[in-house]
């Protein structure tokens, strides 16, 4: 496998994994909200990790469009 290949791979597992950890949070808030104490605003924290999903998805759609 070629470096170019293998840094393609690398940040494809990067922004998978993000998203894995964003969604999982979601899911903690869906979940639990009363459980979240720190975070008054559920709704906007939730919205917030939606946000940060969609521009890992945004990279993953670019890598696989032009790479």
């Known amino acids: 496998m070629s470096l170019r290949q293998e840094m393609i791979d690398a940040l494809?597992?990067?922004a998978e994994?993000?998203?894995?950890?964003h969604r999982m949070?979601?899911?903690i808030y869906l979940a639990n909200?009363?459980?979240v104490g720190e975070h008054s605003?559920?709704?906007e924290e939730i919205e917030k990790q939606l946000e940060?999903?969609?521009q890992y998805q945004d990279q993953l759609e670019i890598?696989?469009?032009?790479f």
């Open 33 to 35: 909200p009363v459980g």
């Open 12 to 14: 494809k597992i990067h």
């Open 63 to 66: 890598l696989h469009t032009y």
């Open 17 to 21: 994994a993000h998203i894995e950890k």
């Open 41 to 43: 605003e559920v709704m």
């Open 52 to 54: 940060l999903m969609a």
């Open 25 to 27: 949070n979601v899911e």
